[in-house]
């Protein structure tokens, strides 16, 4: 990665006049030349290292903070003099879900709103008078890039993008779920960076149309490819032999199908679960397109490495696969060969493990398409318990029939027959790599993330338990994983390489290839059935259900954003992979989830975090006592009724009674140095 030219120092200044509020202080180059006093333009300092001063987490007397977006952390960026900048961080939204904001045409569309294949809204009419489109409270997924020769109408400083996806909507008015039932929308955002500041500004919103590719599935974490794309994806797929054997179920899938094509009979199964990727035009608007070569899996998000062709997939599921694609050629992921790891020496909390990785097929994105089109091989029969296709038999009941091999996915065990190898491997992905032997031990493998310089990439583990536990739902002892089990969970580390060879002992042709993992940094549960003041069943100073990762190289910094369900706020950390050192950067808001991470080092000589929320105010009686909560699992501690209450009522005036959520980037608002 290369280093940010520097400007001079007068020009650095005149960067800082008159803003009050900036993105992490402009460039970190840019900051060096902030504190330098006396000499001529170019006496410019050199920046060393940036280190986040955290944040105390918000209390108990404080039901405000508790219930919206808090940030008292800074970031302190040092030179190599020894002198150092420091600036306070704040959070910007660009908006919340559900408000109208500017299409680029002069009119207003519904931010996180909803479209069937045909591009119509889709409107919520459960509550007859209050009609209105259905919009999400769940914005995840967020990459920030710039297009070359962009030009946007209103844009009066730098055109910078930004791709959003939005994961489910979870009820409609009338309080019913809707998780699954509807297409999921994905935009791109005009944004209009000032030259001077650094400040985004929203000047467009466009909804990307998705009829090409059927719709888009719970759509979660995202990534950015080294050449300029946003990678979606489409996580818990559902499951073409309904067999309650990961994914959603086909009645969801009827309710989908009926949401987005007008008919509870359009969607097939086959079509989701795959990985989508958009690309931005220079005129703000966006085309889509899926790889269906790459693994039908519970895909939360996939890191490309440097290679350009070098795909490791995150698996948010129980008995989850750690999964590499290798794409024949560069920047293009319609073909290549699909990858699933084996731990070959046991790993633990306390030992790494060594990866054998078995070599599950090569496949085009059209081979594995004309699979799914085919509607004579896609379809499912019944043969007593034994369910089947042209893609392989599978049974949750013993058939006494050795051509079936056993396998343990989703805490249970079944039996599959391999029909065709091929369609089996890219489309049943799971039940095939189980029955190949792969390793699907974990729990919940969350985001994935790259440190380039030390080739190490990282997953999020949000729930160390289950398949990961021996004596656990789903544990498999030749698997080769075994935890203690930990509900707040942690961060993996693998180490790359190359020179490796897969299980048939053919070379892999990667240079980044996972070789081993240990564990980084864990959470920390409190005794079972205890919980503090506001609830939490885990230790609030340290981590608990990672999910989002994204690394800085400049900074040298983890950013990692929780799911937990420990934690009454989710917070967004930053762990310096040098020092060793933890810091809270934000506070969302109690009962939401931190999304759509996303660290940019450089946009336009500025550095950006991208941070969002989904559903605030979610399942708030999790964190009572069990006195105040049947529901609770909490019997010692817990948060108090009156100010479960207090947070509840700030969430509903703010957040649209819990129908919104934000999308948005943090600010930086440095001292202005003193010149002599």
């Given amino acids: 990665m290369s280093d940010i030219a520097l400007p001079t120092r007068r020009r650095a200044l005149q960067l800082l006049a008159g803003a009050p509020m900036l993105p992490l202080g402009g460039s970190l180059a840019a900051a060096a030349s902030l504190t330098a006093c006396g000499g001529d333009d170019d006496d410019d300092l050199v920046f060393a290292s940036a280190e986040f001063i955290g944040m105390s987490a918000p209390g108990t007397s404080n039901p405000e903070a508790l219930a919206t977006t808090t940030v008292g952390s800074k970031l302190k960026v040092n030179f190599t003099d020894g002198s150092s900048q420091t600036y306070d961080l704040a959070y910007q939204p660009f908006f919340l879900t559900g408000d109208a904001v500017p299409d680029g045409k002069g009119g207003k569309i519904i931010a996180g709103g909803y479209f069937d294949i045909h591009n119509q809204p889709i409107i919520d009419k459960s509550v007859a008078g209050k009609e209105r489109q259905f919009f999400s409270d769940a914005p995840d997924g967020t990459s920030l890039l710039t ?30 779920s809707t998780y699954g039932t509807l297409p999921s929308p994905i935009a791109v955002l005009t944004l209009d960076q000032d030259p001077a500041t650094g400040k985004l500004t929203l000047v467009k919103y466009h909804n990307v149309d998705t009829s090409s590719v059927k719709g888009l599935w719970i759509t979660c974490g995202s990534s950015l490819s080294p050449w300029g794309t946003h990678l979606s994806s489409e996580e818990y797929w559902p499951d073409a032999f309904d067999q309650g054997l990961g994914g959603q179920s086909l009645a969801t899938l009827k309710a ?83 990858y699933a790891a084996k731990y070959t020496s046991q790993f633990t909390q306390d030992a790494p493990g060594k990866i054998q990785w078995i070599n599950l097929g090569h496949a085009s994105s059209d081979e594995i398409k004309a699979f799914i089109n085919d509607a004579a091989f896609t379809a499912i029969t019944a043969n007593g318990d034994i369910k089947e296709n042209g893609i392989l038999a ?58 380039i310089k030390d080739k190490i990439a990282y997953s999020a583990y949000a729930n160390i ?42 070379a892999i042709n990667s240079e980044w290839v996972p070789t ?30 990672p999910d989002n990762l994204k690394f800085s190289e400049k900074m040298r910094t983890l950013f990692i954003g929780e799911d937990s369900g420990n934690h009454l706020n989710n917070f967004l950390w930053a762990y310096n992979v040098d020092t060793k050192k933890l810091a809270r950067v934000l506070s969302c808001p109690a009962g939401a989830e931190a999304t759509g991470l996303h660290a940019v080092d450089e946009v336009n000589d500025w550095t950006y975090i991208m941070s969002n929320f989904q559903h605030p105010g979610d399942e708030l009686y999790r964190f009572q006592n069990k006195a105040d909560n049947s529901k609770s699992s909490i019997t010692t501690g817990g948060l108090s009724a009156t100010l479960k209450d207090q947070i509840d009522a700030v969430i509903n005036a703010k957040y649209n009674g819990k129908f919104s959520s934000a999308v948005g980037y943090l600010t930086a608002s440095p001292k202005q140095p003193k010149l002599s």
Wanted: glycine content about 12%; aromatic content about 8%.
């Fill in 516 to 545: 081993e993992s240990s564990l980084l940094i864990a959470g920390e549960d409190f005794a079972s059935g205890t919980a503090d003041a506001l609830g939490n069943t885990a230790n609030p100073e340290k981590i608990a259900s």
């Fill in 256 to 338: 989908f199908s009926k949401t987005t094509f007008g008919s509870e009979t359009t969607a097939n199964p086959y079509d989701y679960g795959h990985l989508p990727e958009v690309t931005v035009n220079a005129d703000g608007t966006g085309t889509i397109r899926k790889h269906y070569g790459t693994g039908r899996y519970s895909r939360e998000l996939v890191q490309v490495m440097p290679d350009n062709r070098t795909v490791l997939g995150g698996d948010d599921y129980t008995n989850s696969g750690l999964f590499l694609f290798v794409a024949d050629k560069e920047k293009d992921l319609s073909a290549g060969t699909l």
């Fill in 394 to 451: 599978s049974t949750k009941t013993d058939p006494l029939d050795a051509s079936f091999k056993a396998i343990t996915i989703n805490k249970t065990k079944a039996w599959v027959k391999i029909k065709n190898e091929k369609a089996a491997a890219f489309l049943e992905t799971h039940r095939y790599a189980a029955a190949k032997g792969a390793s699907l031990s974990f729990t919940k493998n969350e985001g994935t993330t790259l440190n």
């Fill in 465 to 506: 338990q289950d398949s990961m536990v021996e004596g656990g739902s789903g544990y498999v002892a030749a698997n080769n994983v075994k935890f203690k089990k930990l509900v707040a969970g942690g961060v993996v580390a693998h180490k790359l390489g190359g020179g490796q060879k897969d299980d048939t002992g053919a």
């Fill in 147 to 176: 297009v070359s020769g962009a030009k946007v109408d209103g844009v009066k400083g730098n055109t910078v993008f930004a791709v959003v996806q939005f994961e489910y909507n979870s009820i409609d008015q009338a309080g019913a």
